[in-house]
């Protein structure tokens, strides 16, 4: 099965619940990233603020294109780097988080195990709010 996680870094950090935005520094930003199997696709989005985090379940595969384009037209303004890891094969969270050891942070995986994403702290992320 092919895997890849998109990670796109984002250049503010933001709360969704109290409707603000910062000029990120440091580790403190918002991502937003893509899960993308040959048979599903998670879209996850993380507000740094109040470490906040929207999962978003793609009823279909993904194109990686599709996922890019998706995300430049949604977030164009803010941006940053873009980090693309290619997860086929590697059947296990301590594997994948190897993978992802360049970046720092910590790989999460998702309690119902189809897909995992990025901490760039270590902080704990949770559902807080829901997208309107």
Request: net charge negative; no cysteine.
């Amino acid at each position: 099965m092919s895997i890849r996680l998109l990670v796109f870094r984002l250049t503010v950090s933001s709360s969704y619940a109290e409707n603000v935005e910062y000029e990120a520094e440091g580790d403190d930003f918002d991502t937003v990233q893509w899960w993308l199997a040959d048979d599903e696709a998670w879209r996850v989005r993380t507000y740094a603020v109040d470490q906040d985090i929207h999962v978003h379940q793609v009823p279909q595969a993904l194109a990686e294109d599709v996922a890019r384009q998706n995300t430049e037209k949604h977030y164009a303004d803010v941006l940053g780097e873009m980090h693309v890891f290619d997860l086929t094969g590697v059947d296990d969270a301590a594997g994948i988080a190897r993978l992802v050891a360049q970046l720092g942070g910590n790989f999460e995986p998702a309690r119902n195990g189809r897909f995992g994403f990025w901490n760039p702290t270590g902080a704990t992320y949770r559902s807080q709010t829901q997208p309107e």
